[in-house]
């Protein structure tokens, strides 16, 4: 995927990691369950975020109107949903299968992987470049919690053996992609296991390549020490009078 320098976001990581902590927080603390208006609004953020990451990423434009084009029709599937549950009378049980869930999980997957393409490509490390890591981290639990509340939806057995709340997918995204493993949270199903464990490992292996290559970098970077001699108008030819 090539790049291009004309978006006025260009390498602004810092609204988006701002999308990222505000989806994150808000589906730690929200409980959405039955209400896909409240979930639509949680999703939503995703696709906001979505937009900012392919600005930010100085993709083309075309890859910019492939995103805009995805996550319009994306909200409009989530609008006609939530339109036809409003209908007083002929109210519409919308099956999980056909909710849109699974399109919010790619728009949310893609996110990371357009932000490590823009700062692998980066030669100096800025500031931004390290909120721009931060928020692709982040957005690995965003991802991950997307993952585990569409595999709860689209199987009968639940992902940790009972009903729980929509917290605690983030809740047991966050504790898996930390490696933090507290144990009140286990998948009972081969899928949902699968799922835990690879978090765990993408987010580590995250960290000690992607987030560390990145800080030596920014570490390393030469620093010109200031010109004291040049600012007393004294020429290093100088000698002592």
Do not use: C
């Not at 291009?4 to 808000?26: E, P």
């Amino acid at each position: 995927m090539s790049h291009d320098g004309s978006s006025v976001l260009l390498d602004r990581f810092g609204l988006l990691l701002l999308l990222v902590l505000s989806t994150v927080v808000g589906q730690a603390l929200i409980d959405v369950g039955g209400s896909f208006l409240g979930a639509s609004v949680t999703h939503a953020i995703s696709g906001v975020a979505l937009l900012v990451a392919v600005r930010a990423a100085g993709v083309t434009t075309r890859w910019r109107r492939a995103a805009d084009l995805f996550v319009a029709v994306v909200l409009a599937a989530n609008v006609v949903v939530v339109l036809l549950q409003l209908l007083p009378e002929k109210r519409l049980e919308v099956e999980p299968a056909t909710r849109p869930e699974l399109l919010w999980l790619i728009a949310a997957a893609l996110v990371p992987v357009v932000i490590a393409r823009r700062l692998v490509a980066q030669r100096t490390v800025t500031v931004q470049t390290l909120l721009g890591a931060v928020a692709a981290y982040l957005q690995i639990a965003v991802a991950y919690a997307f993952a585990f509340q569409t595999l709860d939806a689209l199987t009968a057995l639940p992902l940790f053996g009972i009903q729980v709340p929509t917290t605690s997918y983030m809740y047991a995204s966050l504790t898996a992609l930390s490696t933090l493993g507290y144990g009140d949270l286990v998948p009972v199903t081969e899928l949902g296991r699968l799922l835990v464990v690879s978090e765990a490992i993408v987010g580590q292996v995250f960290l000690v390549t992607f987030v560390a290559m990145l800080a030596s970098r920014y570490a390393s970077k030469p620093v010109s020490p200031p010109d004291t001699q040049r600012g007393r108008g004294i020429s290093p030819d100088d000698g002592p009078a």
